[in-house]
């Protein structure tokens, strides 16, 4: 009883901050007590709010704090009869912990369970099991609350052997009794032959990560190369563009001089010969008026006398090399120059591909395994959902967009850009990269099961799924299979079903296409190397035909 009472006056004595015994004890309006420093170092941090760290009372403002002088002198007496500081709380049991089998009240947590015992000690009940020499023998284990578990429950006896027939812990009762004639052992024999196995996985484990993080490191750099590269590339493609830009300002402000020079040239010689005109203009009226004035003289003689004295006209001399083209002086360097645009914009379109960067990839992550069966395949399933803004005017989307029908009439959908129009075909929404798994159900005559890049063409031949080089096909039909790529048509002996899996690793170059019935067989293979990510495509042929990607667990 007095053990019991001493623990009381240990937990009423303590501040609930600390866990200690109280320091110059303070008394807040709510009636709770902490150690002075303890409960200014609380209220510091709170700021503006203050609180009792007990029962979440708020004080506004700050409390004063005085100490509490009859709670400090009983603190003072009770220390001098012997009272220690109570164990932290950190020390007792929580509900996830293993307490100790031996502590009444309030447990303390165990820090070790004895195999022998079957029970969990703390610090202080597990002293006898380290002093005295009756429990020498016994095994000590980390706190464990699964103790109950090493006892048969049929025998109530502990468990120390182990049936490799059954691959299960047994008492001694149970191997000359259920388990006679099995092959058993003691457990810890067992468990040296498993601790075995367990340290060569460990080091396999080990040296797989050494590996990996060697490998991690090799990409490392490669991302550190790669980014040093394009930053340089980019540096230096500008300069190269700027120099380019600059050249064909310097070749326009050319052409331009050249204009307006050419402009003056042909501008005073058309002016001087103006003036020449003008001059033989203001002639020829002078010449005119002497003539109309000859013409009104009534004396026969007199007008005879004069009419030989008029010089003869001579003929003009420009009349015949003058060229008049309005607005066409400069054609020809407007053309020239257009011509030049042409030239370029072809030759920007035909190297874009050459200009852009190719990198030799680093092959330190090996390709994931190909699928052994549908199971492995499920593992990396995709949900897949078609893109109405290319489906074609007679391919109705239902189901989400997880399902194509191919129609008698055309639909009134809006022009878009990326819609298929000549070919009864349609592609998915998502992007598809990586390893992806994916199953269509098809009903009706032909159809297509395919991938594609995004940038395949949406107008004429080359936007036929199969014959063009971005894209691969599957054709579907009730009686065969075949596989198109680039007009190359491969037929395949299989029976038909009317599901199909596709199987593909982007990073690999791998594109798998599946016959999936009661089993799953392979079709083709394709091993290549992917430029851009795909998109799921599916063409049909036939009105009433029918294709779905289909909902996989």
């Known amino acids: 009883m007095a053990e019991k009472g001493n623990d009381l006056d240990q937990e009423r004595f303590c501040c609930s901050i600390c866990l200690d015994v109280l320091q110059d004890p303070v008394t807040i309006p709510c009636?709770?007590?902490?150690?002075?420093?303890c409960i200014q170092r609380f209220w510091n941090k709170e700021?503006?709010?203050?609180?009792?760290?007990?029962?979440?009372?708020?004080?506004?403002?700050?409390?004063?704090?005085?100490?509490?002088?009859?709670?400090?002198?009983?603190?003072?007496?009770?220390?001098?009869?012997?009272?220690?500081?109570?164990?932290?709380d950190h020390c007792y049991a929580g509900p996830e912990d293993v307490s100790c089998d031996f502590c009444s009240g309030r447990k303390l947590k165990a820090i070790k369970s004895c195999l022998i015992c079957l029970a969990s000690y703390c610090e202080k009940h597990l002293q006898p099991h380290l002093d005295e020499a009756a429990f020498k023998k016994h095994k000590l284990v980390e706190p464990s609350k699964n103790l109950q578990e090493n006892i048969c429950s049929i025998h109530d006896e502990v468990m120390k052997m182990f049936c490799r027939t059954d691959q299960k812990c047994i008492c001694y009762l149970c191997s000359v009794d259920e388990h006679r004639g099995h092959d058993t052992v003691s457990a810890a024999a067992e468990r040296t032959e498993r601790q075995r196995d367990l340290e060569e996985s460990q080091q396999q484990i080990q040296q797989r990560i050494q590996d990996r993080e060697k490998e991690v490191k090799l990409l490392q750099q490669e991302v550190g190369a790669i980014n040093h590269s394009?930053?340089?590339?980019?540096?230096?493609?500008?300069?190269?563009?700027?120099?380019?830009?600059?050249?064909?300002?310097?070749?326009?402000?050319?052409?331009?001089?050249?204009?307006?020079?050419?402009?003056?040239?042909?501008?005073s010689r058309v002016k001087d010969l103006q003036e020449e005109?003008?001059?033989?203009?203001?002639?020829?009226?002078?010449?005119?008026?002497?003539?109309?004035?000859?013409?009104?003289?009534?004396?026969?003689?007199?007008?005879?006398?004069?009419?030989?004295?008029?010089?003869?006209?001579?003929?003009?001399?420009?009349?015949?090399?003058?060229?008049?083209?309005?607005?066409?002086?400069?054609?020809?360097?407007?053309?020239?120059?257009?011509?030049?645009?042409?030239?370029?914009?072809?030759?920007?379109?035909?190297?874009?591909?050459n200009i852009s960067p190719t990198f030799t990839r680093l092959n330190v992550i090996p390709p994931?395994?190909?699928?052994?069966?549908?199971?492995?395949?499920?593992?990396?399933?995709?949900?897949?959902?078609?893109?109405?803004?290319?489906?074609?005017?007679?391919?109705?989307?239902?189901?989400?967009?997880?399902?194509?029908?191919?129609?008698?009439?055309?639909q009134s959908d809006s022009d878009h850009p990326d819609r298929f129009t000549d070919w009864f075909q349609v592609l998915s929404r998502e992007s598809l990269t990586g390893c992806c798994y994916w199953e269509v159900e098809w009903r009706g005559d032909y159809v297509n099961v395919a991938v594609a890049y995004r940038n395949i063409s949406r107008t004429g031949h080359e936007s036929d799924?199969?014959?063009?080089?971005?894209?691969?096909?599957l054709v579907c039909s009730p009686k065969t299979f075949s596989f198109l790529h680039n007009s190359i048509r491969i037929s395949i002996s299989a029976p038909v079903s009317s599901r199909v899996g596709v199987y593909l690793d982007h990073r690999a170059g791998v594109l798998s296409f599946y016959n999936v019935s009661e089993s799953m067989t392979l079709l083709h293979r394709v091993q290549t190397t992917f430029t851009q990510p795909l998109h799921a495509g599916l063409r049909l042929f036939s009105v009433g035909t029918t294709a779905q990607f289909c909902k996989l667990k």
């Open 31 to 37: 009636g709770h007590s902490y150690c002075m420093k």
């Open 47 to 88: 700021k503006k709010i203050f609180s009792c760290p007990q029962c979440r009372k708020t004080f506004t403002p700050r409390p004063g704090l005085e100490k509490n002088i009859m709670l400090a002198d009983l603190v003072e007496e009770v220390k001098k009869t012997g009272l220690q500081a109570a164990p932290a």
């Open 230 to 267: 394009a930053d340089q590339t980019v540096k230096d493609s500008e300069k190269i563009f700027t120099q380019m830009t600059r050249l064909i300002q310097k070749r326009s402000c050319d052409v331009k001089q050249q204009i307006r020079s050419q402009q003056l040239t042909e501008v």
């Open 277 to 353: 005109l003008e001059q033989e203009i203001t002639e020829l009226k002078r010449r005119d008026a002497e003539l109309k004035q000859l013409s009104l003289t009534e004396d026969h003689s007199q007008f005879l006398l004069n009419y030989p004295s008029l010089p003869p006209l001579s003929e003009s001399t420009h009349s015949s090399s003058i060229n008049v083209r309005p607005l066409r002086y400069f054609e020809e360097v407007t053309a020239a120059v257009s011509e030049l645009r042409d030239k370029l914009k072809d030759i920007l379109r035909e190297e874009r591909t």
């Open 368 to 410: 994931l395994p190909k699928p052994r069966n549908r199971a492995h395949c499920l593992k990396y399933s995709h949900q897949i959902t078609l893109d109405p803004n290319t489906a074609h005017r007679q391919l109705l989307l239902s189901e989400e967009n997880r399902k194509v029908m191919f129609l008698k009439k055309s």
């Open 465 to 473: 799924f199969g014959f063009n080089d971005k894209s691969w096909s």
